[in-house]
């Protein structure tokens, strides 16, 4: 499954990666711990991260199913799905999220951080990329915007620019192959531990195996950050949308994106591997 986090985003990075509001009876919270001072809890609000780890699980039941169909189509039935179930937990993704997101701020002066996202631009900014993010949920609304972004990529359009240097501000690209190649290394590790490999391969065949798709993963990065980003932010002037970049490149903004992306990656790791553990239980046996 593709994490990508923009400013924080799948994550997503302002929130490119990464949201909808799950119907369940009992909503996971954003709570304040001893660790976890009270602005840290507050910008998590303004960036609506509960919000956005709702939107994760709802995606990962999606991915569940997708593996399933691609490595034992029809083999998982209702124990894989409630194994799947239980990784995307709502509550225990939020804490991975949270504990990762405040060691990062720890002693940071949130103050600029919360004047923008609390301010009416970023306010607008955090919805839209919410909305961007559940609209791509839907197959055919991802196939016609894909369509319609890589037309103007190649006509080279004026807005491109703009979404490029939003991009290039937050290391949008290189820490998203970063983080997708450590999740997916975690669940080839996942498999191994679970017993799916006849021959038991070592951590350096499994780097070599991940290696090899870092420059598929790259090209897949660069084209969906441009297609969401694109979808996000077209209601917003450009103007706005370098707003949203200068805030990006202060230490503030650079802090903020480290810890967005150091709670979810840590958060995409532990599902990840027990994926994979999850994977090679239907491998080795015809029931979970």
Do not use: C
Not at 161 to 173: P, Q, R
Request: charged share 25%; net charge negative; proline share 4%.
């Amino acid at each position: 499954m593709q994490k990508f986090f923009a400013f924080v985003a799948p994550l997503v990075a302002s929130l490119a990666a990464v949201f909808v509001l799950l119907a369940l009876p009992l909503r996971a919270q954003v709570v304040a711990g001893p660790e976890i001072g009270a602005d840290v809890v507050r910008l998590a609000e303004a960036l609506r991260l509960e919000e956005t780890v709702a939107l994760m699980r709802d995606e990962g039941l999606i991915y569940g199913r997708e593996l399933e169909q691609s490595m034992f189509p029809g083999r998982g039935g209702e124990g894989w799905r409630a194994a799947v179930s239980r990784l995307y937990d709502e509550q225990a993704m939020l804490d991975a999220v949270m504990q990762g997101f405040a060691a990062t701020l720890a002693g940071a002066d949130l103050r600029p951080l919360l004047g923008f996202f609390e301010s009416p631009l970023g306010v607008r900014v955090v919805g839209l990329e919410l909305s961007a993010r559940r609209a791509l949920i839907d197959p055919d609304v991802e196939q016609a915007n894909a369509e319609h972004v890589d037309r103007l990529l190649a006509e080279d359009d004026p807005r491109i620019a703009l979404l490029s240097e939003f991009i290039d501000a937050n290391d949008l690209i290189e820490m998203n192959v970063s983080g997708t190649l450590n999740s997916d290394f975690a669940f080839y590790q996942g498999l191994q531990d679970g017993g799916a490999y006849e021959t038991p391969r070592s951590e350096v065949d499994i780097l070599r195996d991940v290696a090899r798709e870092e420059d598929a993963i790259r090209e897949d990065t660069r084209k969906w950050l441009f297609r969401f980003l694109w979808l996000a932010y077209s209601p917003l002037s450009d103007d706005e949308l370098r707003a949203y970049t200068e805030i990006s490149l202060t230490p503030e903004g650079q802090q903020l994106n480290a810890a967005l992306f150091a709670g979810f990656d840590a958060m995409f790791d532990d599902i990840s591997a027990g994926l994979g553990r999850a994977a090679a239980r239907v491998l080795t046996s015809d029931d979970l």
